[in-house]
T-cell receptor, first 116, second 114 residues
Framework: AQSVTQLDSQVPVFEEAPVELRCNYS??????LFWYVQYPNQGLQLLLK??????LVKGINGFEAEFNKSQTSFHLRKPSVHISDTAEYFC??????????????FGKGTLLTVNP | NAGVTQTPKFQVLKTGQSMTLQCAQD?????MYWYRQDPGMGLRLIYY???????DKGEVPNGYNVSRLNKREFSLRLESAAPSQTSVYFC?????????????FGPGTRLTVL
């Protein structure tokens, strides 16, 4: 079984500041990793994903994340945030067991609030 | 394309009442999912349908049933609602089975059980 820990439930930052949202995972097998974003009163949408290959993954809206296997982490970063980035961010993990695994395990979420 | 649509957007039920949450997708996806989202809990999978004609339990299936009506539609039924089922419910779909595939989410149904 796999699990996800998002280390911060809330992250307040000022506009144009850099931000890092932290995610650690636990799994006995290799994994796929995802970051989803949820804007207020909306469903989730995919920001980026790591399946294999380069450990630095770039996503939409200027976000990127780095897969660190030794530290079992997948932290999300953005060098300069905007007010419009205010949202809840979810890290998710799935066991890499081919097409037979359908289960995506979500973290509890990090609320990013960007202040002017 | 509308993507994933859910009805209703809001619902208030009394304990013991039943209701069905509807979900439809127009992306010709094979797989569909129902999640619930509770404060501080993230999303938890209730049921999923890997392909038309199949359904399987997820992490928290108790108190729910599902029907994959056709390739487009996947409904979630609460037979006898309980206050513990107060939550926001999200339907999602993906092109194929396998959690490596991106899931596309609907806007959610906010359910309150009194």
């Amino acid at each position: 079984a796999q699990s996800v820990t998002q280390l911060d439930s809330q992250v307040p930052v000022f506009e144009e500041a850099p931000v890092e949202l932290r995610c650690n995972y636990s799994s006995s097998v290799s994994v796929y990793l995802f970051w989803y974003v949820q804007y207020p009163n909306q469903g989730l949408q995919l920001l980026l994903k790591y399946l294999s290959g380069s450990t630095l993954v770039k996503g939409i809206n200027g976000f990127e994340a780095e897969f660190n296997k030794s530290q079992t982490s997948f932290h999300l970063r953005k060098p300069s945030v905007h007010i419009s980035d205010t949202a809840e961010y979810f890290c998710a993990v799935s066991a890499n067991s081919g097409g037979s695994n359908y289960k995506l395990t979500f973290g509890k979420g990090t609320l990013l609030t960007v202040n002017p | 394309n509308a993507g994933v649509t859910q009805t209703p957007k809001f619902q208030v039920l009394k304990t013991g009442q039943s209701m069905t949450l509807q979900c439809a997708q127009d992306m010709n996806h094979n797989s569909m999912y129902w999640y619930r989202q509770d404060p501080g809990m993230g999303l938890r999978l209730i049921y999923y349908s890997a392909s038309e004609g199949t359904t399987d339990k997820g992490e928290v299936p108790n108190g729910y049933n599902v029907s994959r009506l056709n390739k487009r539609e996947f409904s979630l039924r609460l037979e006898s609602a309980a206050p513990s089922q107060t939550s926001v419910y999200f339907c999602a779909s993906s092109e194929a089975p396998g959690a490596y595939n991106e899931q596309f989410f609907g806007p959610g149904t906010r359910l309150t059980v009194l």
